[in-house]
Nanobody
Framework: QVQLVESGGGLAQAGESLRLSCTVS????????VAWFRQAPGKEREFVAV????????YYTDSVKGRFTISRDNAKNTVYLQMNSLTSEDTAVYYC??????????????????????WGQGTQVTVSS
């Protein structure tokens, strides 16, 4: 059984940083593309960032470009989301998602939450201004 476990969420002041972690178990990690999505109260779940299985390719939603960085450590079966310069607009539940990657990582598919096979339970990030 594949499990994704997020950690690192919490409360931060505007301008501060948090680092989220997503650890995968139950299957081989290296072939997976892994993404972060988030959902704020009353809003739809939105794409945040994705990293390819090789870590060479990353995509970000425009609102986090230059502030968030996604990375992976295949030896630890873990993907990270470093979030800097947080604002109240970043307040949401953050979800980790994964799917096997075949061929190149296409942005349209990578940003589509319906294309992911595995999901974590989410971790709350709250940013106070």
């Amino acid at each position: 059984q594949v499990q994704l476990v997020e950690s690192g969420g919490g409360l931060a002041q505007a301008g501060e940083s948090l680092r989220l972690s997503c650890t995968v178990s139950g299957r081989t990690f290296s072939p997976l593309a892994v993404a972060w999505f988030r959902q704020a109260p009353g809003k739809e779940r939105e794409f945040v960032a994705v990293i390819s299985r090789s870590a060479v390719v990353q995509y970000y939603t425009d609102s986090v470009k230059g502030r968030f960085t996604i990375s992976r450590d295949n030896a630890k079966n873990t993907v990270y989301l470093q979030m800097n310069s947080l604002t109240s607009e970043d307040t949401a539940v953050y979800y980790c998602a994964a799917r096997p990657q075949f061929g190149g990582l296409r942005p349209g598919q990578a940003m589509d939450n319906t294309s992911y096979d595995y999901w974590g339970q989410g971790t709350q990030v709250t940013v106070s201004s």
